[in-house]
């Protein structure tokens, strides 16, 4: 796979806001999964959502893929209020989620993967059929436009690697439109160089103009493309950063428990022994 090209795309575009949730807030029963969350998504601009397992990432990421309809505060989708009715009505908004499992069909070769549910065809009545020359020629095509050069469009997707594959699907929401790109914890299972190749193609749908969601736990990977930053803790918001505004010792220190973890450190020292007391030398010291 080559590097993305250099885009003037952020420059070019006007920023304006394609999603904001405004107080949002989301109840199963008496349990309180999202209390009070804001988020801002612009064009050309990444939005990162930070926060370790339990802290409402999952339920913000269903919100606005239409999974579940919000509870309380506002959703507007292009300064429109609105109420996302399920996922393909998100889709037709242009709001595309990459989930972390992908939903790939590993033995299915990386073009039929790349249409998969979308698939043109040809011929009419009882000859039609699928039109697998222009699926091949697209994927390749689109690939190539986001610096993905495969060796194989016919080769199973599930012989590519995990970086491979989610760049794949960056890809797919790019060429079938998507203006907001949500993606949940895209480098979680990924090693070093993996985690690089697929925030360069993060980066690359950023500059191509949307608006992407970047989920994750890793305050490092956050902070090399982002431009906004929301912390979640238990489902609340526990900081709302622009890249400017905060540095990524002080973003990992937030994400790490703060002031929290300062306090457990205390609690961790060591007790002073004996020794440190003036208390009598143990048995077999020399006086």
Known sequence: MTAPQASNGPAETDRRALVELDHVS??????????????????????????????????LIKIIAGLHRHDAGTFLVDGEETTLANPR???????????????????????????????????????KRLDVRLMRETTRSALLRMGIDLRDVDQPIGTLSGGERQCVAIARAVHFGAKV???????AALGVKQ??????????????GLGVVLITHNPHHAYLVGDRFVLLK?????????RGSITLDELTRQMAGGSELE???????????????GGPPAKGDTP
């Open 26 to 59: 989301k109840y199963y029963g008496n349990i309180k999964a999202l209390q009070d969350v804001s988020l801002e998504v612009r064009a050309g601009e990444i939005s990162c959502v930070l926060g370790d397992n339990g802290a409402g990432k999952s339920t």
């Open 195 to 208: 985690s690089g190749v697929v925030l360069k193609y993060v980066a690359a749908a950023r500059d191509a």
């Open 181 to 187: 790109l949500v993606l949940d914890e895209p480098t």
């Open 263 to 277: 306090e457990l450190s205390h609690e961790l020292e060591r007790s002073p022994g004996p020794d440190a007391q």
């Open 89 to 127: 009505d998100a889709l037709d908004r242009g709001i595309a989620t990459v989930y972390q499992d992908l939903a790939v069909v590993p033995l299915m070769p990386v073009w039929r993967n790349f249409f998969l549910g979308s698939e043109p065809t040809t011929g009419a009545g009882p000859f």
């Open 234 to 242: 238990r489902g609340a918001m526990a900081g709302s950063h622009t």
